[in-house]
C-alpha cells in the first residue's frame, strides 16, 4: 500500500507577531561595582587619617600652649621666690624694730624712780641712800641662762632671723635711811609697796634696828659750847630692799608724766604712732 506525506508547512503565510521586534540582551562590562567597593574600602582609611592629621595638629597647638604656660610658670616662680626675699627683710626688720622698741619699753628711768620714791617718804623718815643691787650678787639669785642662738633660716637664701633680747633679771633697789620709830618705817614700807615702779610682793624691809643718832651738832660759837651737852633721841635704822616692776614702759606713761620723766613717754609715743609699739 501506499502512504500520503503532505508537507503543510510550506504552504504556511508568515503572520506578523503582536510581541513585536525581539530584543536582544547582552552583557555589560561597566566598573561602577569596583568603584563603588574602592571608594567602600578607602573611606575609613581616610577618615583615619584625616582625624590623625587633626589629633596632630590640635597635639602640637597644646605642646605649644604648654610652652608658654611652662614660660609663664618659671617667670611667676621667679616672682615668688623674689617676694618671699622681700617677706624675708620685712620680717627681719620688723623683728629689728621690735626689738628696739622691746629695750625702750624695758627702761625704768632712774629720775622718775627717785621722784616716786622722794614723793613717798612720810614725815619722820629720811633717805640717806638709795643704790641699785646686782640681782646675780644677792642670797639665793639664780644664774642667768645664755640667750638661745639664732634660729637658722629654712632658706640658706633669705638672712637669718636676729637674736631674740634675753629678758634681763629685774633690778634691785636697797632704800637706807634713818626714821624715827618703827611706825614710820613700816608707813614707808606700805608706801614703797603702792608704787607703780616697784613691785610689791618683792619689797620688803630687810632690817630695822634702833640705833644713836648719828646727826652731829655744831654751834656757831664754839668756844662757848664746850660745856654744853646736848643728847639727841635714838632713830631707827633701816633697810628697805625692793624690785622693780617688770611691766613695760609703755604701761607708766601715766606715772611717767607725773614724775616729769617725759623723754622716754615721747620715745614710746613716736614708736606708737609708727605702729612699733601696740597701743
Known amino acids: ?27 555589560s562590562d561597566s566598573n561602577r561595582p569596583l568603584f563603588i567597593g574602592l571608594a567602600v574600602g578607602i573611606f575609613p582609611l ?29 617667670a611667676l616662680q621667679a616672682q615668688l621666690t623674689e617676694v618671699d626675699t ?19 619699753d624695758r627702761i625704768k628711768p632712774w629720775s622718775a624712780i627717785l621722784q616716786d620714791v622722794r614723793d613717798r617718804v ?10 641699785q643691787k646686782d640681782p646675780a650678787s644677792l642670797p639665793g639669785a639664780a644664774a642667768a641662762a645664755p640667750p638661745p642662738p639664732p634660729a637658722a633660716p629654712a632658706d640658706p637664701n633669705q638672712p637669718a632671723a636676729p637674736a631674740a633680747v634675753p629678758e634681763p633679771p629685774p633690778d634691785v633697789i636697797e632704800v637706807s635711811g634713818q626714821a624715827r620709830t618703827f611706825n614710820d618705817v613700816n608707813d614707808f614700807l606700805l608706801t614703797l609697796q603702792r608704787s607703780p615702779f616697784l613691785q610689791a610682793d618683792q619689797t620688803r624691809l630687810v632690817t630695822a634696828e634702833l640705833v644713836d643718832n648719828p646727826t652731829q651738832i655744831r654751834f656757831a ?33 601715766q606715772d611717767l608724766e607725773r614724775t616729769l620723766a617725759v623723754g622716754l613717754p615721747a620715745r614710746i609715743e613716736a614708736l606708737r604712732e609708727r605702729g612699733v609699739i601696740q597701743p
Open 1 to 27: 500500500m501506499y502512504s500520503l506525506d503532505i508537507n503543510f508547512l510550506n504552504d504556511r503565510a508568515e503572520r506578523a507577531t503582536e510581541a513585536g521586534p525581539v530584543q536582544t540582551r547582552t552583557a
Open 122 to 131: 612720810p614725815t619722820g623718815v629720811q633717805v640717806s641712800l638709795i643704790e
Open 46 to 74: 581616610a577618615l583615619v587619617l584625616v582625624s590623625w592629621f587633626l589629633l596632630q595638629q590640635r597635639n602640637a597647638a597644646l605642646q605649644a600652649r604648654q610652652a608658654e604656660l611652662d614660660t609663664r610658670l618659671t
Open 221 to 253: 660759837d664754839e668756844q662757848n659750847s664746850g660745856n654744853v651737852e646736848v643728847q639727841l633721841p635714838r632713830v631707827v635704822q633701816f633697810r628697805i630692799q625692793s624690785t622693780l616692776t617688770t611691766l613695760p614702759a609703755s604701761e607708766l606713761l
Open 86 to 104: 622681700i617677706n624675708a627683710q620685712i620680717a627681719q626688720i620688723n623683728a629689728e624694730n621690735q626689738a628696739l622698741a622691746t629695750v625702750f
